[in-house]
């Protein structure tokens, strides 16, 4: 078993934890450390680390296998990157989870009911450790589930998640981008759902993702595709 652990909590993690946790859990680290103390209700979870990822592989000895399905791929070749696609993630999903890291999630999970009630809701969302480079993204390239309620239901909605590391498009765009099939590990964060009826949550993009222009921030309003507000130069 590795000395570093398989489950961090928001509260343990920052942004320099990326490499361990992704970007995605590094920056709710981040938000839940530095936001709660002002007032802001940021939903606790936790990160199963890259480290239970490489973990998955080796107690499951399926490494090889996947470098094998792999082998001389041609992404340009859709038929052979589907093919390829669904049998590295069928080796994954038919790999045994290792017992000390379904019972470390299990227990992580416990501790939330302890705080939010029993069979919580939670988000099951990836969190790769490459989602946001200077010169690649990562981000969206992998899967999420929500309202995912009891340790059963999550363990196989993190299988599922360790398992979109290489969705089709992830695969393809990695290796397009020069990078290696094991140079990019996955993360996933654990947080407990809002509803609906009782909170709210918003994206705003602080430039035109098309263009980059800057002096403009776009966010969706109820009833409109977006809404775009220009800064008084």
């Not at 993190?158 to 590391?165: A, D, N, P, W």
């Not at 990019?184 to 809002?194: D, E, G, P, R, T």
């Amino acid at each position: 078993m590795s000395s570093k652990p398989f489950i961090l909590w928001f509260d343990e993690i920052g942004i320099e934890d990326v490499p361990e946790v992704g970007g995605k859990n590094a920056s709710l680290g981040e938000m839940y450390q530095h936001l709660t103390a002002k007032g802001v209700k940021i939903p606790n979870g936790f990160a199963i680390t890259a480290t239970a990822y490489k973990h998955l592989l080796k107690d499951a000895g399926i490494e090889q296998a996947i470098r094998d399905a792999l082998d001389g791929l041609d992404t340009h070749d859709v038929a052979d990157l589907q093919k390829r696609g669904k049998k590295v993630r069928d080796i994954i999903l038919n790999g045994k989870f290792p017992d000390d890291l379904e019972q470390d999630i299990k227990k992580a999970y416990t501790k939330m009911e302890e705080k939010y009630g029993e069979s919580v809701d939670v988000a099951v969302r990836s969190s790769a450790t490459a989602e946001d480079l200077p010169d690649a993204s990562f981000a969206g390239q992998q899967d999420t589930y929500l309202n995912i309620r009891g340790p059963e239901d999550l363990l196989d909605a993190c299988h599922r998640c360790f398992s979109s590391l290489f969705t089709n498009r992830a695969i393809s765009y990695g290796q397009d981008k020069g990078f290696g099939h094991f140079d990019v590990y996955l993360s996933i964060a654990v947080q407990k759902m809002v509803r609906s009826d009782c909170a709210s949550s918003g994206v705003m993009f602080t430039m035109d993702t098309e263009s980059g222009f800057k002096d403009v921030s776009i966010s969706p309003e109820p009833g409109d595709w977006v809404k775009m507000w220009y800064k008084v130069l």
